[in-house]
């Protein structure tokens, strides 16, 4: 047995019993209480779902495993010559709640590089696409085309015991993202690069690797680390977590929640707000003839894009009610590497006048730049100008958390979901006091 899978185990054995006894003992104990705003209102808040992985606090912003993004960027342990982690480690860590030692690290890196061959016909059936195919379009179509490999599909029809569907989900998880990076970086540079694929390199790690197939320089890995890192977990309740978690209660294997996941990550209010953010500035950028905007002109733009009944994209969140600290973290990145870019002048000057603007109409709950305000900026700076392919960074970076929260909730017998529906009418009665 691999080394991170035996600490796997020992980890769900101590943690089995906690979630037995809740539910044996505890479970009538009520958590929450509904109202219909809640019900008619994409489920808001509703406490409903269970994850150890990552939490979510409104104004703190995201904790891995405990810990804040600065705290994980500082204790991971970090490639030699670089900023930031190793994914490979991030990914230990998410799993198993403990920080990696090298040799873990080093242990998950093989285990990646004796997975990460891709099988031919997955070239074949995204080449056999149409090339104008959504690059997202693409990266779930050849995730659900390795369906058939799955390992979990296939010990379920021999029949295994519930109790060991967890290792087979582990073992997809580790199949599928040991592939993803190639997949994503074929996808590249077949759409946008004439075809001209470059070769993995077995000596670089996840992230690395990552840079070198897309054939960008550094600092591009450390960018292509801190995305991954930055975009894994997000809770369950978002759309792409949650569907994942979905999809795999009904026994659905790690191909099909996670090409689901990814089909929920495109959706312009989600994942895909990356592309649009970037779409939206080169609108300004253009009309402004590359010129960096006045905060007055710069307010004009965003009260005409609000005055259209658009979103500002990138702003606002349905959790949050603070500046994200991964826009934060990135912030950062752009203050240290790129501090005179005019795009990253524009983000920065959206950051300015925004929330102010987004207070004053008093729609928006948060008002603060989410993620997806300043992960495309960076991308464009170093080369990446295609921003229809930035979700798919998203997606690989979120198949790290989803994986390892599909692997934990078979792990802890989690069954297939299922809310209640109610009708109009009934929520009417309820209403009015005929209930
Ligand atoms: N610009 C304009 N209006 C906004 C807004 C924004 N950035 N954010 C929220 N609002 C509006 C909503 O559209 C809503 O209007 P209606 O009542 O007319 O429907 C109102 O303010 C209340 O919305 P809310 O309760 O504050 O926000 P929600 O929880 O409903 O939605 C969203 C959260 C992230 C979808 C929303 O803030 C939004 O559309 N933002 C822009 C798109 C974006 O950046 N998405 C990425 C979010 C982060 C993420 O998931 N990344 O993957």
């Known amino acids: 047995m691999s080394l991170l899978k035996e600490k796997l185990q020992e980890k769900i054995a101590i943690e089995r019993p906690r979630t037995e006894k809740l539910l044996k003992e505890y479970g009538n104990v009520k958590v929450d209480e509904v109202t219909i705003g809640q019900i008619i209102g994409g489920m808001r808040d509703i406490k409903s779902l269970v994850t150890d992985i990552s939490y979510l606090d409104p104004y703190e912003g995201i904790r891995f495993r405990g810990l804040t993004i600065p705290e994980v960027l500082e ?12 994914v490979e480690g991030f990914y230990y860590f998410l799993l198993t709640g403990d920080l990696p030692t090298e040799n873990e690290v080093n242990a998950i890196h093989e285990e990646f590089n004796s997975r990460k061959q891709v099988p031919d016909y997955v070239f074949k059936i995204i080449k056999s696409m149409p090339i104008d ?15 058939k490999d799955s390992i979990f599909a296939k010990k379920y029809h021999e029949g295994v ?39 993995p390199d077995p000596n670089l790690d996840f992230g690395g690797n990552f840079a070198h197939m897309m054939g960008i320089a550094k600092p591009y890995d450390d960018i292509s680390r801190l995305y991954f890192i930055l975009h894994s977990d997000h809770e369950s309740g978002n759309v792409s977590a949650h569907t994942g978690h979905l999809v795999a209660s009904a026994l659905s294997d ?16 989600h994942g895909l707000a990356n592309e649009e953010v970037l779409r939206w500035l ?14 007055e002109e710069m307010k004009k733009f965003v009260n005409d894009t609000l005055d259209a009944g658009k979103v500002i994209p990138g702003f606002g969140h349905a959790v949050l009610r603070k500046t994200d600290p991964r826009y934060m973290a990135q912030r950062e990145f752009c203050l240290k ?14 950051f300015k006048v925004v929330p102010d603007i987004l207070l004053a109409r008093g729609k928006a709950k ?8 300043q992960s495309g900026v960076i991308q464009w700076y170093y080369g990446v100008k295609e921003y229809d392919f930035y979700t798919v960074l998203f997606g690989i970076g979120r198949s790290l958390g ?29 209403a009015f006091g005929k209930k």
């Open 337 to 350: 590497h790129l501090p005179d870019d005019p795009l990253f002048k524009y983000v920065d000057l959206l």
């Open 254 to 269: 790690m191909y099909y929640a996670i090409s689901a996941m990814l089909n929920g990550l495109a959706g312009p209010l």
């Open 366 to 373: 948060n008002p603060w730049p989410n993620v997806d305000a």
């Open 133 to 147: 195919s959504h690059p997202m379009t693409m990266f779930a179509t050849a995730i659900m085309s390795m369906q």
């Open 75 to 86: 204790k991971l342990p970090k490639v030699p010559g670089a900023e930031m982690p190793y």
């Open 282 to 295: 080169h609108g300004v950028y253009a009309q402004l003839g590359g010129k960096i905007p006045t905060e």
């Open 161 to 199: 015991k519930k109790t060991d569907y967890w290792q087979y989900y582990f073992e997809d998880a580790l199949n599928l993202l040991a592939k993803l990076p190639e997949i994503a970086a074929f996808i590249y540079r077949l759409k946008y690069r004439n075809g001209d694929i470059i070769p």
């Open 402 to 430: 989803v994986t390892a929260n599909i692997v934990w909730a078979r792990a802890l017998g989690y069954p297939i979901e299922r809310p209640k529906s109610l009708t109009t009418k009934m929520l009417e009665d309820i």
